[in-house]
C-alpha cells in the first residue's frame, strides 16, 4: 500500500515539511487511484495535537552511513519494492517488504522475503535464490487480493506478522491482518478476519482505511502502530500514526488505545482514534533502550526523521533527528527480533545505531522501489549511568568477571557463569573487557559447572539454581556444563518457581 502526502506535522517538535505523495486505496499501484493529493485542506481535518512543553534533551549524531546501491528487489516480474520490515538477527539481517509476483497467485500485492549480512546487501532469498514470496492474497477474506507493508517481531520463538491487507482497490478496503510463523517464511493465518479495522470517526477525500501497522513487543506488551484515514485525529488528508496496545498478540481482549491522557481500555480495535503521535503515513517504530524511550521513523522533506517518546507516550524526552536520504516511500527501522534497537557493540552505554532501509524511486510501475540503506549513530550518551536502564542496555552481553569468571546480563539479573564456553553460548555478545557499571550491580546467581538440571517432554531443559528453575536455550548448554538433567513431568517442571530464561530469547 503506497503512501503520499503534502504536508505533515511533527506531534512535539516545530516541524513542518512539505512533501510529494498518494495514499491510495487498497494496496496495489496498477488499480488503485491517488486520494490525498491536493493542496487545500480535505473535508474532516484533525485536531491540532498538543505540543509537549518540557525541555527536550539534544542528541548528537556521527557515523552517516548510506549503502552504494540498491540492497534488495524482487526477482521474476517484481516491478516495485516497499515497505520493508527489517530484522538484525544474530549474524543476519532479515527483510521482509511490499511487491507483486506474478506466479504468485492471486494477482495483487504480495510480501517477499530475503536474507543478507548486513543492511548494506545484497539481499537474497534463502539460499542464495531470487527472494520468495511468504504471503499473498486470501481469496475469499478480508485480504483478499493484497497482502502489503509488513512489521514482523518475534517473541518467544513465535513470528507475529502484522500486515496491511484489502480485498481489492474499493474506498476503504484496507485493513490490518495478523499472521503466525515458526520461521518467519511459513505463515499461517488465525483466521479470515482483520484484527484492525478503520474507525469511521470522520471519512475524508482519502478513502484508504487502516493499515501500515508498525509493531514492537516491551514489558509484555504488544504495541502496534498504524494508519488510519478515517481517524478523528488524522489530518486534513487522513495522515496520521495512531497506538494500541495489548497482552494479547492477537488484539482481541485486553486492548488499550492511546489518548490525549495516555492508554485506556477500549473495548474493541475500532475505538475511536483521538490522538496521533505524528502527522505521517507509512512510519516505523522502535524502543530504545539505551534512551529509555520510544523512537517514530517516518519521511519529510530533509529525510528520514526519528521523534521520541517516552514509555507511556506522555513526553518527547529528545529532539528530533534526520537521517538525509532521498525517499519515495516510508521507512523500515533495522530492529531486533522485539522490535528494540540494536546495541552497539563497540560501545553499548554511549551509542546507538539507527539504521532505515526504504525505497527511494519511483519505478516504471509507477510505484516504489531501489530499496537502498541509510543510517547513523546517536552517541555521548550515558545509557548506563542508571543501573536499571544497564541491565536493559546490556541484556545479553557476557564479560569477564573480577573473579575469572564470566558475568552475564539475563533479563535484568547478573549472572555469574563460571565456564567462558558456557557463557559463550548463552550470550548474544561477549565483551574481552569489563564494562565498569557492573562492578555497581550485585550478583544475583552463580551457574557453577555440574549444577543440578532438569528436562521435561516438550519444555526442554533449565537449571535449578538456589531452587529457581532457569529454563535454557539451546538445550545443550547443560551438557556442556557438565550437570546431567534429571528426567521430570510437566507438572513438576512447572511447579518450580520460574526464572528468567538462559540463553537468546525472541
Known amino acids: 500500500m503506497r503512501s503520499r502526502h503534502r504536508r505533515a506535522r511533527v506531534a512535539g517538535a516545530a516541524l513542518a515539511v512539505t512533501v510529494s505523495a498518494a495514499l491510495v486505496a487498497g494496496c496495489t499501484a496498477g488499480t488503485a487511484r491517488p486520494q490525498a493529493e491536493g493542496a487545500e485542506p480535505g473535508i474532516g481535518v484533525g485536531p491540532e495535537q498538543p505540543v509537549p512543553t518540557e525541555e527536550q534533551v539534544p542528541l548528537q549524531a556521527d557515523r552517516y552511513r548510506a549503502s552504494p546501491g540498491v540492497v534488495a528487489a524482487g526477482g521474476a516480474d517484481a516491478v516495485y519494492n516497499y515497505g520493508p520490515t527489517v530484522m538484525s538477527d544474530g549474524g543476519q539481517t532479515r527483510m521482509w517488504w511490499c511487491s507483486q509476483y506474478g506466479s504468485a497467485a492471486p494477482p495483487g500485492d504480495d510480501i517477499l522475503y530475503a536474507e543478507a549480512g548486513s543492511p548494506d546487501g545484497p539481499f537474497a532469498g534463502p539460499g542464495g535464490g531470487i527472494p520468495e514470496a511468504v504471503l499473498s492474497g486470501n481469496p475469499g477474506a478480508f485480504d483478499g487480493v493484497h497482502t502489503c507493508d509488513p512489521s514482523v517481531i518475534r517473541v518467544d520463538g513465535t513470528y507475529y506478522m502484522y500486515y496491511t491487507g484489502a480485498a481489492g482497490s474499493h474506498a476503504l478496503g484496507n ?128 529525510g528520514t526523521t526519528i521523534t521520541f517518546w517516552n514509555r507511556e507516550f506522555t513526553a518527547t524526552p529528545y529532539q528530533p533527528v534526520t537521517i538525509p536520504d532521498e525517499w519515495e516511500e516510508g521507512p523500515g527501522l533495522v530492529r531486533r527480533p522485539d522490535g528494540h534497537a540494536p546495541v552497539s557493540v563497540d560501545d553499548p552505554c554511549g551509542r546507538v545505531p539507527i539504521d532505515v532501509i526504504h525505497a527511494t524511486v519511483i519505478g516504471r510501475a509507477n510505484a516504489p522501489t531501489d530499496l537502498r540503506h541509510y543510517g547513523l549513530d546517536l552517541h555521548g550518551l550515558d545509557a548506563c549511568a542508571e543501573p536499571k536502564r544497564a541491565l536493559a542496555v546490556l541484556d545479553g552481553f557476557a564479560m569477564p568477571s573480577p573473579v575469572r569468571t564470566m558475568d552475564l546480563v539475563t533479563d535484568g539479573k547478573v549472572v555469574r557463569v563460571d565456564r567462558r564456553s558456557v557463557a559463550e553460548q548463552l550470550a548474544g555478545v561477549v565483551l574481552d573487557e569489563r564494562l565498569p557499571v557492573l562492578d555497581r550491580l550485585p550478583v544475583d546467581v552463580r551457574l557453577r559447572p555440574g549444577a543440578p538440571a532438569v528436562e521435561a517432554p516438550g519444555l526442554g531443559a533449565g537449571f535449578l539454581l538456589d531452587g529457581t528453575l532457569w529454563p535454557v536455550t539451546p538445550a545443550e548448554v547443560v551438557e556442556l556444563n557438565g550437570s546431567p538433567a534429571e528426567p521430570v513431568s510437566r507438572a513438576e517442571w512447572e511447579a518450580y518457581p520460574a526464572g528468567p530464561t538462559l540463553g537468546l530469547r525472541g
Open 175 to 302: 485493513s490490518i491482518g495478523l499472521v503466525t510463523s515458526t520461521d518467519g517464511r511459513n505463515w499461517t493465518r488465525p483466521g479470515t478476519d482483520p484484527i484492525v479495522r478503520p474507525a469511521h470517526d470522520t471519512h475524508r477525500d482519502n478513502t484508504y482505511g487502516a493499515g501500515q501497522p508498525a509493531a514492537v513487543y516491551l514489558d509484555g506488551w504488544f504495541y502496534l502502530m498504524f494508519t488510519d484515514t478515517t481517524g478523528r485525529a488524522a489530518g486534513w488528508n487522513g495522515a496520521g500514526q495512531f497506538l494500541l496496545r495489548a497482552k494479547d498478540p492477537t488484539f482481541s481482549a485486553g486492548v488499550q488505545a492511546l489518548g490525549p491522557q495516555g492508554f485506556t481500555e477500549v473495548p474493541h480495535t475500532e475505538t475511536a482514534r483521538t490522538n496521533s503521535l505524528v502527522d505521517a503515513f507509512s512510519a516505523d517504530l522502535m524502543w530504545v533502550d539505551a534512551l529509555d524511550a520510544f523512537a517514530i521513523a517516518h519521511q519529510t522533506d530533509k
